[in-house]
């Protein structure tokens, strides 16, 4: 159960910051830029949004 929960926070903080920094490299890059890297972009703080929130929610429900 506690291996569990490490595992769970550090999906925590990897998920929430790859949001954050592939967030701001897609919503910051310029027009000009090559097109299939701000949907990589996009998708990958997408992925990191989810992971975050998943990692979330398995800690919110092992809390007492």
């Not at 929130?53 to 092992?62: D, G, I, M, N």
Request: aromatic share 12%; glycine share 8%.
């Amino acid at each position: 159960m506690r291996m569990q929960m490490r595992l769970a926070a550090f999906a925590f903080i990897i998920g929430w910051s790859s949001l954050l920094a592939f967030g701001w490299l897609a919503l910051s890059a310029p027009a000009s830029d090559f097109p299939p890297i701000i949907v990589t972009d996009s998708l990958l703080a997408a992925c990191g949004g989810a992971a975050g929130l998943w990692s979330w929610l398995a800690l919110r429900r092992a809390m007492p």
